[in-house]
């Protein structure tokens, strides 16, 4: 695939041709269990993502202008009883790392086969689980050991930014927030920025992994990496078009986003749904129209690519077989009946 005919690549019409493809798939007609099947799938795929936030709140107590000895004081208190309880601290600290490391991996893993099992739903129009759970194993292995490999890097990568934010934030309590150094605030700046370009950059790989190279290796039955070297060999030559995508969904993620809120706003109204929609599989059923629409657009837009990127199966035109039709030859006079 060293060189491409230029193709009319489009961001808009695939979001109609989504909006057909997701009422077909569930309204005509509407099953109830097909929509828990694939609710579930959806419930996978997007495991673990946009968990709600809990808010902290630091309240360092009502100072006045004159306290800065007293922030200092509970600053040197709070060091000493860390350290004071440090084996206890390290000990619990051990035990909710390990934990959080377990369930952050099995939640990697659910959703790499999510992923698959979903989008087998909406490609071939079927709500199904242990067939596509099976079937793209090998696939969703794949994807999940490269889920590790940027977690890791993610990880690393924001240690680096944020171990010396929190150095010079550190640094400022000490002052009580009274000594601004210039030296420190400009470091402070460029670490900010470089973390926010990396997070943005990490999003992009993420969601042209989930976009594009997914459906990939869903119809080339390829490794993570053998998809990635497909649609990169496919997006340098496109290049606009999908600089295009990513600002269209950027867009799209924001309307979706604001739909999605105003049904949960809508459903808490009224106590018992609200409750209801407490259970994160509840919700992810009543939001599917949205999800379906959601996978179906970026599988659309790929498909423009050419038919070896469409995972929408294309209906075959039914042909008579030969033997049904009659043979056409020279017609031979019946003899006439000579019994009469």
């Given at each position: 695939?060293d060189?491409?005919?230029?193709r009319?690549?489009?961001v808009?019409?695939?979001v109609?041709?989504?909006?057909?493809?997701?009422k077909?798939?569930?309204?005509?007609?509407?099953d109830l269990?097909k929509?828990?099947i694939?609710?579930?799938?959806?419930?996978?795929?997007?495991l673990?993502?946009?968990?709600?936030g809990?808010?902290?709140?630091?309240?360092?107590?009502?100072?006045?202008?004159?306290s800065?000895p007293?922030?200092?004081?509970?600053?040197?208190?709070?060091k000493e009883g860390?350290?004071?309880?440090?084996?206890?601290?390290?000990?619990?600290?051990?035990?909710v790392?390990?934990?959080?490391?377990?369930?952050t991996?099995?939640?990697?893993?659910l959703k790499?086969r999510?992923?698959f099992?979903?989008?087998?739903g909406v490609?071939?129009?079927?709500?199904?689980?242990?067939?596509?759970?099976?079937?793209y194993?090998r696939?969703a292995?794949?994807l999940?050991?490269f889920?590790?490999?940027?977690?890791?890097i993610?990880?690393?990568?924001?240690?680096?930014?944020?171990?010396?934010?929190?150095?010079?934030?550190?640094?400022?309590?000490e002052?009580d927030?009274?000594?601004?150094?210039?030296a420190a605030?400009?470091?402070a700046i460029f670490?900010?920025?470089?973390?926010?370009?990396?997070?943005i950059?990490?999003?992009?790989?993420?969601v042209l992994?989930?976009?594009?190279v997914?459906?990939?290796?869903y119809l080339?039955?390829?490794?993570?990496?053998?998809?990635w070297?497909r649609?990169?060999?496919l997006?340098?030559?496109?290049?606009g078009?999908?600089?295009?995508?990513?600002?269209c969904?950027f867009v799209?993620n924001?309307v979706?986003?604001?739909?999605?809120?105003?049904?949960?706003?809508?459903a808490?109204?009224?106590c018992?749904?609200?409750i209801?929609?407490m259970?994160?599989?509840?919700?992810?059923?009543?939001?599917?129209p949205l999800?379906v629409?959601?996978?179906?657009?970026s599988?659309?837009?790929l498909?423009?690519?050419?038919?070896?990127?469409?995972?929408f199966?294309?209906?075959?035109?039914?042909?008579?077989?030969?033997?049904?039709?009659?043979?056409?030859?020279?017609i031979?006079?019946?003899p006439?009946?000579?019994?009469?």
């Amino acid at each position: 695939m060293d060189t491409l005919p230029p193709r009319q690549i489009s961001v808009l019409e695939p979001v109609g041709a989504a909006i057909e493809k997701t009422k077909e798939i569930l309204f005509q007609p509407f099953d109830l269990g097909k929509w828990f099947i694939l609710g579930f799938c959806a419930w996978l795929a997007t495991l673990g993502d946009g968990g709600g936030g809990g808010g902290g709140n630091f309240n360092f107590g009502n100072r006045t202008g004159g306290s800065g000895p007293n922030f200092q004081h509970e600053l040197h208190n709070l060091k000493e009883g860390i350290l004071n309880n440090l084996p206890v601290i390290m000990t619990v600290g051990i035990v909710v790392v390990l934990i959080v490391l377990v369930l952050t991996f099995l939640f990697m893993w659910l959703k790499s086969r999510g992923q698959f099992m979903f989008l087998h739903g909406v490609a071939q129009n079927v709500g199904e689980v242990v067939n596509p759970w099976s079937r793209y194993a090998r696939q969703a292995n794949s994807l999940f050991l490269f889920k590790i490999v940027l977690w890791l890097i993610g990880s690393v990568v924001a240690l680096v930014f944020i171990v010396p934010l929190i150095f010079i934030f550190i640094s400022f309590m000490e002052t009580d927030f009274k000594v601004f150094a210039v030296a420190a605030i400009i470091p402070a700046i460029f670490l900010v920025i470089g973390f926010i370009c990396f997070c943005i950059a990490l999003t992009v790989l993420k969601v042209l992994t989930k976009d594009f190279v997914v459906p990939i290796m869903y119809l080339q039955d390829c490794t993570v990496t053998e998809g990635w070297k497909r649609f990169w060999s496919l997006a340098r030559y496109h290049k606009g078009s999908f600089v295009l995508f990513l600002l269209c969904l950027f867009v799209v993620n924001i309307v979706l986003g604001m739909i999605a809120f105003a049904v949960v706003l809508a459903a808490c109204c009224l106590c018992c749904v609200g409750i209801i929609f407490m259970i994160p599989y509840i919700r992810t059923v009543a939001m599917l129209p949205l999800l379906v629409w959601r996978r179906a657009y970026s599988a659309l837009f790929l498909a423009q690519f050419g038919p070896e990127f469409d995972v929408f199966p294309k209906a075959t035109p039914v042909v008579v077989p030969s033997a049904s039709i009659p043979p056409v030859g020279p017609i031979t006079p019946t003899p006439p009946d000579q019994n009469f």
